[in-house]
């Protein structure tokens, strides 16, 4: 069974960075599409960024464009999401999901969260 365990969320200030990071085990990770969702309180989840199998294609949401990095170590099993020049609307809970046959598609797994706090 497909695991993922996402990791670095915490408290920061505007303009501040964090590194989260998802381990996928139980499978292959070389297998999936990757992909970053986020979901702030008394609003609907929304897809951040999405990487290809390979990595050499990334995707992201316009409003994190040029702030946020999404990348992918398959030989570590680990997809990783670089956030700077954080804002206070960044804030939200973030989700590392795995798509086994399009990143258009709904994700087949979905890892637990971690929180990202970004004060003003």
């Known amino acids: 069974q497909v695991h993922l365990v996402e990791s670095g969320g915490g408290s920061v200030q505007t303009g501040d960075s964090l590194r989260l990071s998802c381990v996928l085990t139980?499978?292959?990770?070389?297998?999936?599409?990757m992909s970053w969702f986020r979901q702030a309180p008394g609003q609907e989840r929304e897809f951040v960024a999405a990487?290809?199998?390979?990595?050499?294609?990334?995707y992201y949401e316009d409003s994190v464009e040029g702030r946020f990095s999404i990348s992918r170590d398959n030989a570590r099993s680990t997809v990783s999401l670089q956030m700077d020049s954080l804002k206070p609307e960044d804030s939200a809970v973030y989700y590392c999901?795995?798509?086994?046959?399009?990143?258009?598609?709904?994700?087949?797994?979905w890892g637990q969260g971690t929180q990202v706090s970004v004060s003003s």
């Open positions: 999901a795995a798509h086994s046959t399009d990143l258009n598609a709904d994700p087949d797994y």
């Open positions: 139980g499978g292959n990770i070389g297998e999936y599409g």
């Open positions: 990487i290809g199998w390979s990595g050499g294609r990334q």
